[in-house]
């Protein structure tokens, strides 16, 4: 099966994996709810974002990219780099659609139909963090949590929305 990557940038829920051996490189992340692209100085923004402009400077920009204006459905594509269908994930809020509710490709949560690019980069080595907001499942009962789909340990909270006052740390072992 042949892996795309659909890759957003912003700057709230990182996504990060540190290479274990030198010789490859660190991989990281960063997805965020609420922000253009236009929004950031490495794309041209006149809004100071020294860290964010020193790491894409000395490192590998993807400047074609894709994201769904819901952030769960763009999370689901850029970890799977699949259709979000494909994964559970065709829609996250069903009061747009009822009638798709519960319907193959829209469990509303991420579905075991594939592997997450976590999975790989753990399987081949990488030590690997998740840190804010996962939205992808978990929560009441449906989905699995980050640790489930290939992240070491997680810093943040399961379900979306504002995280003030109910951040937890979960460092669970994966099952």
């Not at 978990?138 to 989905?143: I, K």
């Amino acid at each position: 099966m042949k892996i795309q990557i659909t890759i957003c940038f912003g700057l709230v829920v990182p996504n990060l994996v540190l290479a274990a051996d030198d010789d490859r490189p660190n991989i990281l992340l960063i997805v965020s709810d609420d922000i253009g692209l236009g929004d950031l100085a490495p794309f041209g923004s006149e809004i100071n974002t020294p860290t964010l402009s020193n790491l894409a400077e000395e490192s590998i920009r993807f400047n074609n990219f894709h994201a769904s204006p819901v952030s769960s459905v763009t999370r689901a594509q850029m970890l799977t780099g699949a259709n979000s269908i494909e994964v559970g994930l065709g829609s996250f809020d069903y009061s747009f659609y009822p009638p798709a509710k519960g319907k193959p490709g829209y469990e509303g949560y991420l579905t075991r139909n594939t592997v997450t690019v976590a999975e790989l980069l753990r399987d081949n080595g990488y030590n690997t963090y998740h840190s804010g907001k996962w939205h992808l499942g978990s929560g009441h009962g449906h989905g699995l949590p980050p640790q489930d789909w290939g992240f070491e340990q997680t810093f943040g909270v399961y379900s979306g929305g504002s995280a003030t006052g109910i951040t937890r740390i979960c460092t669970r072992p994966p099952r």
